[in-house]
């Protein structure tokens, strides 16, 4: 089996990362993805107060004895979380590996590095990953625009972005958006990344703690099923192409403001009529362009098996038999 420096300084099997994702990342689908041998992350924002994460990283804890991470997503708020509170929780549950994204995580890191715990940090461009490889942080997941969720506002595909990256990065570096396939990890660790970070294809998984038609949809979908939102104001993200999504691009592609779209992306109608409820027209839910890749709604480990055992056929196999 394909294995990088990533799984040695993470302590997993597989170069495989099932990263932090709202609403979605929690211990069913977590605890899924680390006893298949890969790097799975709880988001810590999906509970509701840091008392409610220590309970989910211990229930997490009951369904595997494996490594897993929590997702620390660090954003602009009028009211923001207590991040402090969130961070001290998994400091002291003993968690050995976070995950960061959005803001810069030098406010953090020292309490982080201090007890113990790991920072993969999440961005999506080549200066900011020099900077927090800078700050000290033990690995990069870089984003392409490909990617669901924010893909930032350079517009670099990964075929650009990772090789770009491992140019100036020199601690382990997985590389995110798009990737769904053994093709796929091939593919960026001949770019120079170091392992791969899923979003979108963990969720089409039978563990996965989203409904099933939202499963389906993403069966069905193609590569140009997505949006991008927030385009004008500057605060880019990629959804799922549905009634909902439509609406918002066109209100402020016609000149609308925040408050104009504020009830149509609302977090809780996503959450609530399309994830739990099955609705996919309901509202929001993030989806990358690696939806066109997507087949079947296999269980994690299958899935991981079939990502890691393909790979490893490409390179021993039909990439070795090119040589010569």
Not at 160 to 184: K, Q, W, Y
Not at 242 to 270: H, K, P, Q, W, Y
Request: hydrophobic share 40%.
């Amino acid at each position: 089996m394909v294995r990088t420096r990533f799984c040695d300084v993470f302590g997993v099997d597989h170069p495989i990362v099932q990263g932090g994702m709202q609403w979605v990342g929690k211990a069913e689908l977590v605890s899924a993805v680390a006893n298949a041998g890969a790097l799975g992350f709880l988001t810590a924002l999906t509970q509701p107060t840091p008392e409610d994460l220590a309970k989910e990283i211990a229930r997490c804890r009951e369904m595997t004895d494996k490594p897993f991470g929590v997702n620390l997503t660090i954003l602009p708020s009028i009211n923001p979380p207590p991040y402090a509170e969130y961070r001290d929780v998994i400091v002291e549950s003993g968690v050995p590996v976070v995950e960061t994204a959005g803001f810069n995580p030098a406010e953090h890191l020292p309490t982080f590095q201090g007890g113990g715990v790991k920072v993969l940090h999440k961005c999506t461009s080549v200066r900011h990953a020099v900077k927090a490889q800078d700050l000290g942080v033990d690995g990069i997941s870089i984003d392409g625009f490909e990617c669901a969720g924010h893909p930032g506002e350079d517009d670099i595909p990964g075929l650009v972005l990772i090789p770009a990256a491992a140019d100036r990065i020199s601690i382990p570096m997985v590389a995110s958006g798009g990737f769904g396939d053994a093709r796929g990890l091939v593919a960026a660790l001949a770019l120079g990344a170091d392992g791969i970070n899923m979003g979108t294809r963990f969720v089409a998984t039978q563990e996965a703690p989203v409904h099933e038609n939202v499963k389906l949809a993403m069966v069905e979908a193609s590569e140009r099923d997505t949006e991008l939102i927030f385009r004008p104001l500057r605060n880019t993200a990629r959804v799922a192409s549905n009634t909902v999504s439509r609406e918002v691009v066109s209100i402020l592609d016609g000149g609308g403001e925040f408050e104009d779209v504020r009830e149509l992306v609302a977090g809780n109608r996503g959450r609530t009529r399309v994830l739990e409820e099955g609705d996919t027209d309901g509202g929001i839910w993030s989806a990358g362009l690696v939806q066109g890749l997507i087949q079947d709604v296999p269980t994690v480990a299958e899935l991981v098996s079939r990502i890691a055992g393909g790979a490893d056929e490409l390179i021993n196999r039909r990439l070795a038999g090119l040589a010569g």
